[in-house]
């Protein structure tokens, strides 16, 4: 038993070393090539490129000027030398910035003459073409507290209207109140009475 065991260990043992020094046949001439790959990517390049193409031009149609210049930016991105993309591109920034001029010029209008409602949608008009302007954000908090004031105060209270132009910065503090201290002549009228 023991020796049965042993000559089956051995077997075993040569035919896996056998197996690992078996490489088949030799071939004559050269190795044959591997499959390309990058044909492969380049054409999954291809398409993520025609994808963004059509996405930003779908955008421009439907108006989506942001997402379109997102779009531009991604491809001037992939395509650094690509003419058509910078002009593109170039052309969507320059049309978000004459409807970001025309939309902050219509919410200052509408505040001056008090129609909230209408400022308030022009403010998001410049928001949805760029998120991050300071200008409209800014304005439209002021808009919010001042219908808030108005909702508690009442609907005959005169909030005034916030003063402002397209290029302000943001106020990051409220002004300053006048302290009692400012005002000498209101302690001195209470020390003449005692």
Do not use: K
Request: contains cysteine; proline residues 8%; hydrophobic residues 45%.
């Amino acid at each position: 038993m023991i020796g049965a065991r042993r000559i089956t260990g051995m077997t075993l043992a040569l035919l896996l070393a056998g197996c690992s020094l078996f490489r088949g046949a030799p071939q004559e001439g050269p190795a044959p090539a591997p499959a390309p790959r990058a044909p492969i990517e380049t054409s999954a390049a291809e398409r993520f490129v025609q994808q963004q193409r059509l996405r930003a031009e779908q955008s421009e149609a439907d108006a989506r000027w942001a997402e379109a210049a997102w779009s531009w930016q991604v491809l001037s991105a992939l395509r650094p030398d690509d003419a058509a993309v910078a002009a593109r591109l170039d052309a969507v920034r320059l049309r978000i910035s004459r409807l970001r001029a025309q939309h902050a010029a219509e919410a200052l209008a509408a505040e001056q003459r008090r129609d909230f409602d209408a400022a308030r949608r022009a403010w998001l008009q410049v928001l949805a073409l760029d998120p991050h302007d300071e200008t409209a954000a800014s304005a439209l908090r002021e808009l919010e507290l001042a219908r808030s004031v108005r909702s508690r105060l009442g609907r005959f209270v005169r909030v005034p209207a916030p003063s402002r132009s397209v290029r302000a910065p943001a106020r990051s503090n409220p002004p300053a109140t006048p302290a009692l201290e400012a005002r000498p002549e209101a302690g001195n009228a209470a020390d003449r009475r005692q």
